[in-house]
């Protein structure tokens, strides 16, 4: 964890810095020059004069390098002759509203809480769109939140950028992918957790890596209904699954009953009411539940008869973070209830949300589950790095585990959900995987200044 400073600004005229008392440079010479995101100033730096160990700005210094008033405390580094105040992080996003309390509406409260960790982390955190930049003049109006309500404040471009746009639409238009491009290669700002995987994509990626391909079950792009006969066949049930799909929505669950000679399906309708239906075949049941929809558009996945409580099966939330020395930790599990009659575990499904040791109260059985979860979680997080682009700095796995204590994966989400966190025995969780996401922003914005060639996309 980098050392973080108290910063106190005083007023002159002259670009001013003081280091703190206690802080160790590699050189004996001061630097010259001060830098805050793409920002840089020449100044007059020396050690505090008081002999005080806090980062003492002077007002023109700070107005010069546009760093926001409130900003509380930093981390500072050097590289060649430049001192780096902190690491200036911009959270993108999209579907910004004109209201003052929730300028980025229901999200907003989410955006809060991420960037409440900003003092702990030496790093200054903020929040922006593609309509507030400034490319003239190299500036963004970032909303910023330091404990009091949302502040706009215009700084320089970012360090870093982390990705949080909300949805694939959003992430498709044009303009997102020219602002990306040229941040990247015009400023050689890093750019992490860009895109959302594409469930099938990835299991195909995957399918090729002999560390993890153990974990993935039988997962295909829909073919034929011969296909989904086998698949029956082979297993005593199989999914229909969006490709593009999220918090479970239009998930099937197709089962065969060998004895009846009937297939059942198992969703949740468009009113939002848990639906099994009977059909006497296959082609009858898809041509009746999928009638108004393109197959297309699914995949077909193995079945898995995983562990249950009460006759309800169980799944795993999983989040994986990379940290501000750019290693992989498990940050947070759970487990995931599903709801009487529901084909998820989703909380808008009637899932429950329940801790490791809720479910397993035999501390010997706890310890065994949290140890096969964590070990391929990170086997995973490192298979996924290494076949998918992009700087990935946290991942969402929903894992289950079979009656034989196998794990497999079902799905892994680049802008994982934090409904789990409204639990309390893991709010802790919640705090470590968002000091984490920020963490990993400081990890990538010390390697673009170390090595940028390697950084370029």
């Not at 949080?164 to 941040?183: A, H, M, V």
């Not at 750019?326 to 801790?355: E, L, Q, R």
Request: with cysteine; proline share 4%; aromatic share 12%.
């Amino acid at each position: 964890m980098l050392k973080t400073y108290k910063i106190e600004q005083f007023q002159a005229k002259e670009y001013i810095l003081y280091l703190p008392s206690r802080w160790k440079q590699e050189k004996s010479d001061f630097p010259g020059t001060a830098v805050l995101g793409t920002k840089r100033q020449a100044v007059i730096c020396k050690r505090h004069p008081n002999g005080r160990n806090v980062i003492g700005i002077s007002s023109a210094l700070a107005k010069s390098l546009n760093l926001p008033v409130k900003v509380t405390s930093l981390s500072l580094f050097m590289k060649d002759d430049c001192i780096y105040l902190g690491v200036l992080i911009g959270i993108f996003t999209s579907g910004f509203t004109n209201f003052k309390l929730s300028p980025v509406g229901e999200r907003s409260y989410f955006f809060r809480k991420l960037l409440s960790v900003q003092s702990s982390l030496g790093v200054i955190p903020f929040v922006f769109g593609e309509q507030h930049i400034d490319w003239e003049n190299g500036l963004v109006k970032g909303y910023f939140h330091f404990g009091e309500g949302w502040e706009i404040e215009t700084v320089p471009f970012p360090n870093v950028i982390y990705d949080r746009l909300p949805n694939r639409r959003s992430e498709k238009r044009k303009t997102y992918k020219e602002i990306k491009d040229r941040l990247q290669r015009q400023y050689g700002i890093p750019w992490y957790n860009p895109g959302f995987f594409n469930k099938l994509d990835l299991f195909e990626r995957l399918e090729s890596d002999e560390t993890v391909n153990h974990y993935l079950p039988e997962t295909h792009s829909f073919q034929s209904f011969e296909e989904i006969e086998r698949m029956l066949s082979l297993y005593k049930h199989v999914y229909l699954k969006p490709k593009n799909g999220s918090l479970g929505n239009g998930i099937h669950k197709l089962t065969f009953d060998r004895q009846s000679q009937d297939y059942y399906c198992r969703y949740r309708d468009t009113e939002g009411k848990n639906r099994l239906v009977r059909f006497a075949s296959l082609e009858r049941l898809m041509n009746s539940v999928f009638r108004n929809r393109s197959l297309d558009s699914f995949l077909v996945q193995q079945g898995i008869s995983l562990l249950n409580e009460d006759s309800r099966p169980i799944d795993f939330r999983i989040h994986t973070n990379k940290d501000e020395e750019g290693s992989w930790h498990v940050s947070a599990i759970a487990g995931k209830v599903a709801g009487i009659g529901s084909v998820t575990s989703h909380a808008n499904n009637g899932g429950v949300v329940k801790s490791l040791a809720e479910l397993f109260p035999d501390a010997s059985k706890e310890t065994e589950v949290k140890h096969s979860l964590e070990e391929a979680a990170l086997k995973l997080s490192h298979a996924i790095e290494c076949n998918m682009e992009g700087y990935i700095g946290e991942i969402g796995f929903d894992l289950g585990i079979d009656e034989d204590g196998r794990v497999w994966m079902f799905e892994a989400n680049s802008k994982p959900g934090r409904a789990i966190f409204s639990h309390p025995h893991l709010r802790s969780f919640d705090i470590l995987t968002r000091k984490l996401a920020l963490s990993f922003g400081v990890f990538l914005s010390r390697q673009a200044l170390q090595h940028p060639e390697e950084m370029m996309p």
